[in-house]
């Protein structure tokens, strides 16, 4: 016989403190027969109630749920995941949990690549690098004919596992020299350009060495929905019916006209705010489902009840169809069950190079489509004009963005990525603009990841000695040699796009390795695996979800693909490459950012003490001004220094 007790948990980890007393205390009870015959002989065992037939009433609809969990109904087990990471796994409780230090897992520490260290002063400039190797002319397409959803749900599954905090104190930017006369950020040759680069927050270990931090949870548990600490999450909840709060039009709820949600980069793009839409719309659809079939469960269990499936469907969809989609069919070892001796938490090149693949697979332009497939009156929008746009998002809603994005090719997985975020990243050059290639590559010196000869040494690669090898992508080799001196220096996020792809992997031998590394720790490592959570038709019914159902469920958009990390225009009267092209022209101009950013965080009271986060987000609402895109990148900046206060 099962326990129903789902509050075994402090309230400090992020559930179990706003139910109701009378419910909870229900959900509290072991149905025993020593329970039923306490019944009889207390009848005010049911929370207060006197009333021995509404006890039996109430015994028997939890006898009722119980047999429906145990034939496969409900999930099998009435634990809860922690909102916080912690006790996931019983012997070492922190493992996963938010705020912990990364793993050097699979490529060794190099600190002389650091900023200032001696290996790093004969290493090329990263914008050098970005320009020889990274400066995409044109869309290109990758092999595998992905979609925009592919890179979308890639960038969404990225805030749920990894966000690493970086330092306010200009005393800890290392910025990235422009090299004079370059076209875009020093196009008057003053040869005194820099892009501004705030070092990531690090603690000393034992080794004194440098460990940079993740600020939320390792698990793939939904915290880009849910949040990754108890004020978060606990500000995110209507706290009736167990469901999330929303805003008009069933978004997300807005604070200073920017989306609020589990993880504060979602307003990060159009393509982004969108798919987080369709996770907070799913969780309240399974609450309705639940609240119908369970009319006695109180707001906190159905609440429980649909965030574990809601994090089941991620999981699903993640191990069955995004992993086979960007690995190959049967990448990862087939899982045997939860490991308590595999930690599950996040190797810093993971984080620092072999998932910012997504980076190159990035659309210059974002398609609108209508449900005949053609570009909505809006218009489509260019990525350099989609970031933190929530209005743009909420005029047509989210369906012409999934549509679009189901419907167009994402571009090749290479070293290359469009203009939209290698020159206009949050901004125009000169005003804020930033590159998000010399971003990678500083970053990786930043965390001291070792260069590309090192790694492939680690992970038992052959070594690769010359630029001649067919290791690299047709032309990469060369171009790498423009920059670099020998294979062995070249920074792991470049090297790593660079590489032909390894078999049936999107990608070459060394970022299949990390991956497949991460995303097998991920799933064995976590207690609440889906896998190892539910069994019977609920299971199978997981195992065979795809994001295609998530779409239809909680969209208008009813006809999508099977498989929507492939792109189809099956659904379309326009072939998308014409809506690109129209759409490409525009993308040049420049759009002002008219919308007010926002104090995300401290609407959702978590401490913003830092002044610079206040002085700067009420400065910014006392303004009739559009923002600027250096404001915006400030603001973002404070948003992730606050948001650690
Ligand atoms: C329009 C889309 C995107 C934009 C504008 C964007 C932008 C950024 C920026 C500005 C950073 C921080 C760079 C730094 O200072 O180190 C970052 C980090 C990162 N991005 Fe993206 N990104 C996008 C899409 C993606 C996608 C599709 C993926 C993966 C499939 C991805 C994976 C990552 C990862 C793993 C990090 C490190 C996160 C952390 O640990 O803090 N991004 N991205």
Redesign the pocket.
């Known amino acids: 016989m099962q326990t129903i007790d789902n509050n075994a948990r402090s309230s400090s980890q992020g559930y179990g403190q706003t139910s109701s007393s009378s419910s909870k205390s229900n959900r509290n009870q072991t149905v025993t027969p020593q329970a039923i015959g306490a019944l009889f002989q207390l009848p005010d065992y049911n929370g207060g109630n006197k009333n021995p037939l509404q006890s039996i009433f109430n015994l028997i609809q939890q006898l009722i749920a119980q047999l429906r969990q145990n034939c496969g109904n409900a999930s099998n087990t009435t634990e809860y995941r922690s909102i916080d990471g912690t006790g996931n796994n019983k012997k070492n409780p922190e493992w996963g949990s938010a705020n912990r230090s990364?793993l050097r897992k699979t490529v060794p520490q190099d600190s002389s690549r650091e900023p200032g260290g001696t290996t790093e002063q004969r290493l090329p400039n990263p914008r050098d690098v970005s320009n020889a190797v990274v400066a995409q002319d044109g869309n290109t397409a990758n092999s595998k004919g992905l979609s925009d959803l592919?890179?979308?749900?890639?960038?969404f599954?990225?805030?749920d596992?990894?966000?690493?905090?970086?330092s306010a104190d200009p005393a800890d930017y290392a910025n990235i020299a422009i090299p004079a006369g370059d076209p875009y950020f020093d196009p008057n040759n003053s040869g005194t350009a820099s892009l501004n680069?705030?070092r990531?927050i690090s603690t000393t270990d034992a080794n004194g060495q440098s460990q940079?931090t993740?600020?939320i949870t390792a698990f793939i548990d939904g915290s880009n929905v849910y949040g990754s600490d108890a004020a978060h999450a606990d500000a995110l909840r209507s706290h009736e019916g167990g469901k999330l709060l929303m805003s008009t039009g069933d978004m997300m709820p807005m604070e200073n006209n920017q989306f609020i949600a589990g993880d504060e980069?979602a307003n990060?793009?159009i393509?982004?705010t969108s798919m987080q839409t369709l996770w907070v719309r799913e969780h309240n659809r399974l609450a309705d489902e639940l609240a119908q079939q369970h009319p006695r469960w109180s707001d906190e269990q159905i609440y429980q009840e649909a965030r574990k499936t809601n994090v089941a469907e991620m999981q699903a969809i993640t191990y069955n169809e995004f992993l086979p989609a960007l690995l190959g069919d049967n990448a990862l070892p087939r899982y045997t069950g939860y490991k308590a001796d595999v930690n599950p938490e996040?190797d810093n090149a993971?984080?620092?190079a072999?998932?910012?693949?997504?980076?190159s697979?990035?659309s210059s332009t974002l398609l609108r489509l209508d449900e005949n497939g053609q570009e909505i009156p809006e218009g489509n929008v260019a990525?350099r004009d989609?970031?933190f746009r929530p209005d743009k998002v909420q005029e047509a809603g989210i369906d012409p963005i999934l549509r679009g994005a189901a419907s167009q090719t994402a571009q090749a997985a290479d070293p290359m990525i469009v203009d939209?975020?290698r020159n206009f990243?949050?901004g125009q050059p000169g005003e804020g603009g930033?590159d998000?290639a010399a971003?990678?590559i500083?970053?990786g010196r930043?965390h001291g990841l070792a260069g590309y000869g090192d790694t492939r040494e680690a992970l038992g690669l052959t070594p690769v000695n010359s630029f001649d090898s067919n290791v690299w992508r047709e032309g990469f080799g060369a171009k790498l040699a423009s920059v670099y001196d020998s294979p062995a220096d070249v920074d792991l996020w470049v090297a790593g796009l660079a590489e032909k792809p390894a078999g049936d992997s999107l990608f070459g031998e060394t970022f299949t390795a990390i991956l497949t590394d991460q995303f097998t720790r991920l799933r064995d490592g976590d207690r609440f695996f889906y896998q190892n959570q539910f069994s019977g038709q609920q299971l199978k019914d997981l195992n065979n979800l795809k994001l295609s159902d998530i779409i239809e469920r909680n969209t208008d958009f009813d006809n999508v693909q099977e498989n929507a990390f492939v792109a189809s225009n099956s659904h379309l009267s326009v072939q998308p490459q014409a809506a690109i092209a129209t759409t490409t022209t525009s993308s040049s101009q420049q759009s002002p950012v008219t919308q007010r950013s926002s104090s995300v965080v401290q609407s959702l009271g978590v401490n913003t003490n830092r002044s610079s986060m206040s002085d700067m987000s009420q400065q910014m609402m006392q303004s009739d001004k559009p923002l600027t895109a250096q404001q915006i990148r400030d603001l973002?900046q404070s948003v992730r220094n606050g948001f650690l206060g």
């Open positions: 990364d592919f890179w979308m749900w890639g960038q599954l990225d805030h596992i990894t966000l690493t905090p970086t680069f705030a990531s940079q993740n600020a980069r990060e793009n393509g982004l996040i993971f984080a620092t072999a998932f910012r693949l997504g980076h697979m990035l990525l989609a970031f939209d975020v990243l949050f930033f998000l971003l990678n500083q970053r930043d973002m």
